[in-house]
């Protein structure tokens, strides 16, 4: 297949991180758990915890910032703000209107994307359309997740997998550069939404007192069954985002997949064809951020050396609803 035009270009990039360091020992010291068990069973060493008052729109406020400047772009140039987030500062209105108001980014149509850790590959998609219609010239794409507000923290088998972070990607028209998203492909599964979800705190089971009691407010989740999807699918995105774009796996410089468990990029890495020194890999220092994940694994990617002029990065993902997806973009 022929290589597509890219459309849509990133000219900027951002990852924001709290201070705060939580090892896999502070975790065994408040739940049954061991250093041993969860570096083996994940890959995860330590993670960032935001503390109290650090919110999903601070994360990714400071993330867009970073891309902004390295894009130079003013807040009034942005025309469309797209933040994804598990994690919403409130109900109502969305993160992004909240954003939107801490960057000054006035001119801009703002509002949220919910595909859990696919999130920011949903959104990058989304920015890449507006700007296709020419009814973007900037597009803001921010990811801001701050896992620890809803994960069950008496509960070891999700408590150990979360952190919290901010990514953020600055998307331009490419005006015939070579460089952008070369392609695409997205997907879902809406019946096999309650093996990652929230079941209380919504319309069908509103917040009331026993909801609570139960923790029915917090993550769920069926790991053994969420790996398997998870390492399935994110190998068949892989796979339809290279054949989309003209690509094999030789093409590609750079793996850059969602951070939830090193085994599962280490399956997907496999079935993509691609050897682990071209897989980037940062789970051991943050854990599962949601859909702040791909982002600040781009950006650290690209201030480590490893994405530089004219790469070829394969981005994938997976995560509740069930949603997946992958991209590939030249640099
Ligand atoms: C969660 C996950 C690490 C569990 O690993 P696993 O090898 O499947 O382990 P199991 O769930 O089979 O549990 C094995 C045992 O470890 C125990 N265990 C679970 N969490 C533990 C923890 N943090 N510390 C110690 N033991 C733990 C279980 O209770 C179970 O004990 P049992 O055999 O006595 O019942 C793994 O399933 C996973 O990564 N799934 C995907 C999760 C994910 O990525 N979610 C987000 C998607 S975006």
């Not at 959104?123 to 990811?143: C, D, F, K, Q, W």
Request: charged residues 20%; contains cysteine; proline residues 4%.
């Amino acid at each position: 297949m022929k290589t597509p035009t890219p459309i849509a270009e990133i000219a900027g990039t951002g990852h924001f991180l709290p201070d705060n360091v939580v090892t896999n020992d502070d975790l065994a010291k408040r739940l049954d758990t061991s250093d041993e068990w969860i570096r083996t069973r994940t890959g995860i060493r330590e993670r960032r915890i935001a503390p109290d008052g650090m919110h999903a729109a601070h994360l990714g406020s400071e993330a867009a910032k970073q891309a902004m400047e390295e894009a130079g772009v003013e807040p009034g140039e942005v025309d469309i703000l797209i933040v994804s987030t598990a994690t919403p500062d409130r109900w109502l209105p969305s993160t992004a209107c909240d954003i939107q108001a801490i960057l000054g980014c006035d001119n801009a149509v703002a509002f949220d994307v919910m595909a859990a850790c696919t999130g920011h590959i949903y959104g990058l998609s989304m920015a890449e359309g507006y700007i296709a219609a020419g009814r973007a010239e900037v597009a803001l794409v921010v990811a801001a997740e701050k896992m620890s507000a809803i994960v069950d923290w008496t509960d070891r088998t999700t408590a150990v997998l979360f952190g919290d972070g901010g990514g953020a990607a600055v998307l331009r028209p490419s005006n015939g550069s070579g460089r952008g998203i070369v392609s695409s492909h997205l997907q879902s599964d809406g019946n096999l939404a309650e093996l990652l979800y929230r079941p209380g705190g919504g319309a069908i089971e509103p917040i009331s007192q026993s909801m609570l009691d139960n923790g029915r407010h917090l993550l769920h989740m069926h790991g053994r069954e969420i790996f398997k999807n998870a390492v399935r699918s994110m190998a068949e995105a892989c796979d339809i985002a290279m054949k989309k774009a003209g690509f094999t796996s030789s093409d590609i410089d750079l793996l850059v997949p969602h951070q939830a468990n090193i085994r599962i990029i280490e399956a997907t890495a496999k079935y993509a064809g691609l050897p682990m020194e071209k897989v980037f890999v940062n789970v051991e220092k943050y854990g599962n951020m949601s859909s702040a994940t791909v982002p600040i694994a781009f950006h650290e990617a690209r201030m480590e050396g490893l994405i530089g002029e004219g790469s070829n990065v394969l981005t994938v993902a997976f995560g509740a609803g069930l949603t997946w997806g992958a991209m590939t973009i030249r640099m």
